[in-house]
């Protein structure tokens, strides 16, 4: 079972932008489905935005036209470029190939 582990998360201000890796722990060829989730203090984890193996992108309402995931296979790693921060944006970011199994994540704060 491939594992992730997200990094690229911090501070950031408002209207600043992040880019967030997930790196796999073995190869993501195969997985036909990948998802950037995020979890608020208080909130539910909810989806942000997902990828196929054929490159179909979808977005929460939330985040289009600032947010745009991506997958590197030859470096197993997927990404997700977040541009025009806005607070509401603040959590801990999590990607999965399930939605049901977890790594540490990584957290983000926009924030003046």
């Known amino acids: 079972q491939v594992q992730f582990v997200e990094s690229g998360g911090g501070l950031a201000q408002p209207g600043g932008s992040l880019r967030l890796s997930c790196a796999a722990s073995?190869?993501?060829?195969?997985?036909?489905?990948i998802g950037w989730y995020r979890q608020a203090p208080g909130k539910q984890r909810r989806l942000v935005a997902s990828i196929t193996s054929g490159g179909s992108t979808n977005y929460a309402d939330s985040v289009k036209g600032r947010f745009t995931i991506s997958r590197d296979n030859a470096k197993n790693t997927v990404y997700l470029q977040m541009n025009s921060l806005k607070p509401e944006d603040t959590a801990v970011y999590y990607c999965?190939?399930?939605?049901?199994?977890w790594g540490q994540g990584t957290q983000v704060t926009v924030s003046s």
């Open positions: 073995g190869s993501i060829f195969g997985l036909y489905y």
């Open positions: 999965s190939a399930t939605g049901t199994d």
